[in-house]
């Protein structure tokens, strides 16, 4: 008791404010307690009532997120939201500024997007759920913005998440519906969405009788009967082999083949600088199943520089002397890559090799592939693209100056015999002659009269404001019968064709008139290319 007395009286001397002054002193310091408290508290409230999901910017479920996100009916309300113009966003809530009188210009097409701003959080009803979504920014160790999605829903079931997960995938599929997604590694070597571009149709690839239908028939086997290679034991992979002439088709029938499939692109280079195998084998590692992996001019990999340029001259065997001294041709430049043979292999079919892809290799230069890289289990199929046939070349005429309203519908063929006259939608010559050859040489004679009166102009090609109109399908037939009747056989590829028609794309009839003067060009051109190579080649001798 006489403690408690004296420590009563010391503190009845001390000051008033000197005991206020401790007051506040003993608030301050527990304040941060009990914010510490309050937080955790709030914490727990919200992890007991929120089922929380978090999607990161570099993984395509973001993009689901974002897809699904555009279709809901509330955000038609938002009045809070971020605009952007890049491409990879045009397939989410897209506006266009164009107006339907106007003249679109490179700079007014671009669609526009709305993004959820940053940090903003949005209340959502889905399925009787209340989701709070919010898009957080923050920065990559290499100075980026990083961005990513907050999904919390007022639920306690946490099952909730795969519905939502099926939901907004089938959202994205609906958003890239008719389209192909091409991914490109970051600065973090992971992939991403680089671009996505309308399929290309199977039918505008023109390749010898066969082909196109033979390599996607296979790649539909393959990807049909996984079960089949599991219980063989047989690693679950294809990989085909893409050689020949440049411009032959190869990239493009990747492309189509990929719409068709419904299946990504996912770009590698092997020629890229800074890359080793096990940069190469991480790339290979993080594809995901049920993809297209492409890799473009492999030969390049293991070498300088392999030319790209065919040379013409008077028969096939010189052509193909000159595209083998073209292969070996060493150039002054060198690749910054650092993959091996072995490194590649590895990646291919080695024991942590990645199954449940396809993989489409293309070269221009066949002899230069070590055959260790060829066989069977690395490239199971090897396809030879040749130059354009004339049968090709005519059915290329065809479909390039077939009606836009035809080529909406597979079309039967035709046959010359036959006397229906079927016009586009366009408006020009009224009177047609019911026999194919008579309206084609009355065609080339009317365009041969009009090239006389032409003022002497020094351009190459033809303008696009020269246009012959209402032309038959079954003369456009015949057009193009007269066009591959004026194209060496096996001399000229068919990117080169399609270059000649796109400086004709409205004048069919000049094309056919002017095939021969362009032949006569090309060689004369490719022989000059050659004889400077030749020149060349023998002062690196010296």
């Avoid at 506040?24 to 955790?40: C, K, R, T």
């Avoid at 419904?262 to 080793?276: A, E, R, T, V």
């Avoid at 199929?381 to 836009?404: C, D, G, V």
Wanted: hydrophobic share 35%.
């Amino acid at each position: 008791m006489g403690l408690l007395h004296f420590c009563y009286d010391l503190i009845t001397t001390i000051p008033r404010p000197l005991i206020d002054y401790g007051k506040v002193v003993l608030i301050a310091s527990l304040s941060p307690s009990f914010h510490v408290l309050f937080d955790s508290l709030i914490s727990f409230i919200f992890n007991i009532l929120f089922v929380n999901a978090l999607f990161e910017g570099r993984d395509e479920s973001y993009e689901w997120v974002l897809s699904w996100l555009s279709e809901q009916p509330a955000w038609n309300n938002v009045r809070d939201f971020e605009v952007s113009t890049w491409s990879t966003h045009s397939t989410r809530t897209s506006i266009s500024l164009v107006d339907d009188d106007c003249v679109e210009s490179a700079t007014a097409s671009r669609k526009v997007s709305l993004l959820p701003s940053v940090y903003s959080t949005y209340r959502i009803w889905w399925g009787g759920t209340l989701l709070l979504v919010t898009r957080r920014q923050g920065q990559t160790v290499w100075g980026g913005k990083e961005h990513s999605l907050q999904v919390r829903a007022l639920t306690f079931k946490s099952g909730f998440i795969t519905p939502f997960l099926k939901d907004a995938r089938d959202a994205f599929i609906r958003a890239r519906d008719n389209k192909t997604s091409i991914y490109a590694l970051d600065r973090q070597d992971e992939w991403h969405i680089l671009s996505a571009y309308d399929k290309r149709s199977l039918s505008s690839i023109v390749l010898d009788p066969g082909t196109k239908e033979l390599l996607l028939d296979d790649a539909k086997d393959f990807l049909a009967n996984k079960d089949w290679y599991r219980r063989r034991g047989i690693p679950f992979r294809r990989g085909y082999l893409l050689y020949g002439s440049p411009g032959s088709g190869k990239t493009s029938l990747i492309h189509a083949i990929a719409g068709e499939m419904n299946l990504n692109l996912y770009p590698i280079s092997l020629s890229k600088s800074g890359l080793d195998d096990n940069t190469l084998a991480d790339m290979f590692m993080s594809l995901p199943d049920n993809c297209i992996a492409v890799m473009e001019d492999i030969d390049v990999a293991f070498s300088q520089v392999a030319a790209r340029e065919g040379v013409a001259s008077g028969t096939e065997n010189e052509l193909d002397d000159v595209r083998s001294k073209d292969c070996t041709k060493k150039d002054e430049a060198t690749s910054g890559s650092r993959i091996t043979l072995s490194g590649l292999l590895n990646v291919l079919d080695g024991v942590g090799a990645k199954e449940g892809r396809i993989i489409f290799a293309t070269t221009n230069c066949y002899h230069k592939l070590d055959p260790a890289l060829t066989r069977p289990g690395r490239m199971d199929l090897h396809i030879e693209f040749k130059n354009a046939s004339r049968e090709q070349a005519s059915t290329f005429f065809r479909e390039f100056y077939m009606p836009s309203s035809n080529l909406l519908t597979k079309q039967p063929e035709i046959d010359h015999d036959d006397k229906a006259s079927i016009a586009s939608g366009d408006s020009g010559y009224d009177s047609f002659s019911n026999d194919a050859d008579d309206e084609v040489e009355r065609l080339l004679s009317i365009s041969s009269t009009q090239r006389e009166a032409v003022s002497d102009i020094p351009v190459r090609g033809t303008v696009h404001t020269e246009r012959v109109t209402g032309i038959s399908i079954p003369v456009l037939s015949e057009l193009g019968q007269r066009f591959s009747e004026g194209i060496p056989e096996r001399e000229f590829s068919m990117a080169e064709l399609q270059g000649y028609l796109m400086m004709r794309k409205t004048n069919p009839v000049e094309a056919v008139l002017n095939i021969k003067e362009w032949v006569t060009q090309k060689r004369q051109n490719k022989l000059c290319k050659a004889g400077a190579n030749e020149k060349e080649e023998r002062g690196w001798q010296q």
